[in-house]
């Protein structure tokens, strides 16, 4: 799976869009990008995932360039429940059920009163 | 969405006895789990992939004889730590998805904490 480099944290105020960077230089034809977050002493949680085109769902948007070198999550308007570690992935699509997951460092938001 | 889960959530057991963990796929056949572990302010790390009827496979530096996993059946797979110590200390995850189709998220269970004193 290509690395994928986020900032180590970040501060986002409470309704406003919080956007969360991605850098994944290496990333191959066939390799999607993946988001999950983890609330603290929680499971990770599937968040969304693209390949080329932008992707929105009921969670987040996500913003992808054009060369596929990096991408953003926006969380549109931030609440205090969306305080995590949100990680980057990328990975080539399975069938099967064979997901296996290589998690990075994250990005660890606070989202402030 | 699908919905795995955990038991227990937490766990405290004295160093030397063994302790086991159960993932189940409520909703969904699962070929194929995987157990994380993380220790506090770092990331997950994969220990092993779980292989329904078959054999895990273990990561590298991963003993197999202390962690034993048993994938029995197509919903339920076992991590049982054996002769815990205090450094077995941490928080166990495990992952899956359904078997059939094309689905491309992972999903995860909510976690055990397990606390060897």
């Known amino acids: 799976d290509a690395k994928t480099t986020q900032p180590p944290s970040m501060d986002c105020a409470e309704g406003r869009a919080a956007n969360l960077p991605c850098n994944h230089s290496?990333?191959?034809?066939?390799?999607?990008v993946y988001w999950y977050r983890q609330i603290h002493s929680q499971g990770p949680q599937y968040i969304i995932h693209g390949l080329k085109n932008n992707e929105t769902n009921e969670m987040a948007s996500l913003i992808i360039t054009e060369d596929r070198k990096s991408s953003t999550l926006i969380l549109p308007h931030a609440t205090l429940r969306d305080t995590a570690v949100y990680y980057c992935i990328v990975r080539p699509e399975h069938s099967g059920g064979y997901q296996k997951v290589t998690f990075g460092t994250g990005t660890k938001l606070q989202v402030i009163p | 969405g699908a919905v795995v889960s955990q038991h227990p959530s937490w766990v405290i057991c004295k160093s030397g006895t063994s302790v086991k963990i159960e993932c189940r796929s409520l909703d969904f056949q699962a070929t194929t789990m995987f157990w994380y572990r993380q220790f506090p302010k770092q990331s997950l790390m994969l220990m092993a992939t779980s292989n329904e009827g078959s054999k895990a496979t273990y990561e590298q530096g991963v003993e197999k004889d202390k962690f034993l996993i048993n994938h029995a059946s197509l919903t339920l797979s076992t991590l049982t730590v054996t002769s815990a110590h205090p450094e077995d200390s941490s928080f166990y995850i495990c992952s899956a998805t359904p078997a059939a189709g094309l689905n491309t998220e992972a999903f995860f269970g909510q976690g055990t904490r397990l606390t060897v004193v």
């Open positions: 290496t990333i191959s034809g066939n390799e999607y």
